[in-house]
């Protein structure tokens, strides 16, 4: 999958970032989502992009 169709589905599924709480927990709204590669199954597009 590529980075700009995993950000397509997330916005698809969650909306805009800026609809949510920054996930700094700065107060302000999110800018952008985020991603903190924490997941063990992780799954990595095989021609070098993630």
């Given at each position: 999958m590529s980075?700009?169709?995993?950000h397509?589905?997330?916005?698809m599924e969650?909306?805009?970032a800026s609809a949510h709480?920054?996930?700094r927990d700065c107060g302000k709204q999110g800018a952008e989502w985020a991603y903190d590669h924490l997941d063990p199954n992780e799954s990595?597009?095989?021609r070098g992009g993630t």
């Open positions: 980075y700009n169709k995993a397509y589905i997330v916005r969650r909306g805009k709480p920054c996930w990595r597009d095989k």
